[in-house]
């Protein structure tokens, strides 16, 4: 034996990533449609979770995307600002 020591399978703790919210923010100059068409493209979300999710943006000026990991989250940003929609992540408390 190598002197590890191993804990039984009730007992070992599995660590999970920190997860994140990716917020998308209302704005000025993108269409409803543009928008529900890119959450489609970029996410998992279906055609009626885009578009509730676009109005919901629309009407109270943000909206939670999906929640995932930092590095995930981070990358939807980007994604998301390629295509001129403005979001956010934060963690998820």
Do not use: W
């Amino acid at each position: 034996m190598n002197g590890a020591i191993t804990l039984p399978k009730s007992e070992r703790v599995v660590q999970t990533l920190p997860l994140f919210k990716v917020v998308l923010h209302n704005d000025d100059k993108n269409t409803v449609d543009h928008v529900v068409r890119v959450l489609i493209e970029l996410t998992p979300l279906n055609e009626l979770d885009a578009v509730a999710r676009t109005i919901e943006a629309h009407e109270t000026g943000c909206a939670v995307v999906l929640v995932t990991h930092q590095e995930r989250a981070e990358l939807y940003v980007e994604q998301f600002a390629s295509y001129s929609l403005t979001a956010t992540c934060e963690p998820d408390a």
